[in-house]
Antibody, heavy 120, light 106 residues
C-alpha cells in the first residue's frame, strides 16, 4: 500500500522559494508511477503542478513551468517540489500524489496535504 | 489545455435521493476521465476512473458514465457519508485538469 507524506515550511515570504518534500512508503520511487504535485486554493480549485519519473524526467503545467522544479531522491525514497518567486497567489494546500500510467494516469494515492502560506 | 466544466456548482439533496453531477470537457479526454470525492480537510479520494470503473472499496451506488466530451457521476441512493465535494479530472493530456467541483449538501 502506497503512503505519501508531504513536509515543508508552512510560511514563506513573498519572492522567496518554497521547497516541499514528499516521502514515499510502501513502494519504491523506482516503481512504475509518475510522482506528482497538485495544489488547491479556494479561488482556483485543484491545479496540477507537474510530475516526475524516477529517472528525473518531468512534465510541468505551462502556467507554472518557469518557476517549478521537480526532482527525485532515490536514496531517501522521496521527491521534491521547488517553487520560486512566490506570491500570495501561491498560498495553497499542496498535495503529492501518484500517477499510474498503466491505468490511464490515475491518482489513487495522495498525501494528506501541506498548507503553504505566502506572507511577509 | 482541456477545460473541465462541472454542473451544478452546488446541489442540495436528502438521504436516499438519486443525484447526478455533470462534467463537460472542452475537447474529448477519451476514456481518461476520473471522479474524486473530497471531504473538508482531506485529500481527494479516487472514486471512479476510466469513465466508469469503480475504484476498489467504493460502494456500487456510485456510477460513472459518458463519452466524448460529456460525462456524468450518479449516486443512486445518497448516504450521510456522501455529502462532500466531487471533482472530475482528465488525464488525456498534460496539463491534467480538474473541474471546479460540485458541493453536495444536505
Amino acid at each position: 500500500q502506497v503512503q505519501l507524506q508531504e513536509s515543508g515550511p508552512g510560511l514563506v515570504k513573498p519572492s522567496k522559494t518554497v521547497s516541499l518534500t514528499c516521502s514515499i512508503s510502501g513502494v519504491s520511487i523506482s516503481s512504475l508511477y509518475w510522482w506528482s504535485w497538485v495544489r488547491q486554493t479556494p479561488g482556483k480549485g485543484l491545479e496540477w503542478i507537474g510530475e516526475v519519473w524516477h529517472t528525473g524526467s518531468t512534465n510541468y503545467n505551462p502556467s507554472l513551468k518557469s518557476r517549478v522544479t521537480l526532482s527525485v531522491d532515490k536514496a531517501k525514497n522521496q521527491f521534491s517540489l521547488n517553487l520560486t518567486s512566490v506570491t500570495a497567489a501561491d498560498t495553497a494546500v499542496y498535495y503529492c500524489a501518484t500517477v499510474n500510467a498503466a491505468s490511464g494516469y490515475i491518482s489513487a494515492d495522495w498525501g494528506q496535504g501541506a498548507l503553504v502560506t505566502v506572507s511577509s | 489545455d482541456i477545460q473541465m466544466t462541472q454542473s451544478p456548482s452546488s446541489l442540495s439533496a436528502s438521504v436516499g435521493d438519486r443525484v447526478t453531477i455533470s462534467c463537460r470537457a472542452s475537447q474529448t479526454p477519451t476514456t481518461n476521465l476520473h471522479w474524486f470525492q473530497q471531504k473538508p480537510g482531506k485529500a481527494p479520494k479516487l472514486l471512479i476512473y476510466g469513465v466508469s470503473t469503480l475504484q476498489s472499496g467504493v460502494p456500487s451506488r456510485f456510477r460513472g458514465s459518458g463519452s466524448g466530451t460529456d460525462f456524468t457521476l450518479t449516486i443512486s441512493s445518497l448516504q450521510p457519508e456522501d455529502f462532500a465535494t466531487y471533482f472530475c479530472q482528465q488525464t488525456y493530456t498534460t496539463p491534467y485538469t480538474f473541474g471546479q467541483g460540485t458541493k453536495l449538501e444536505i
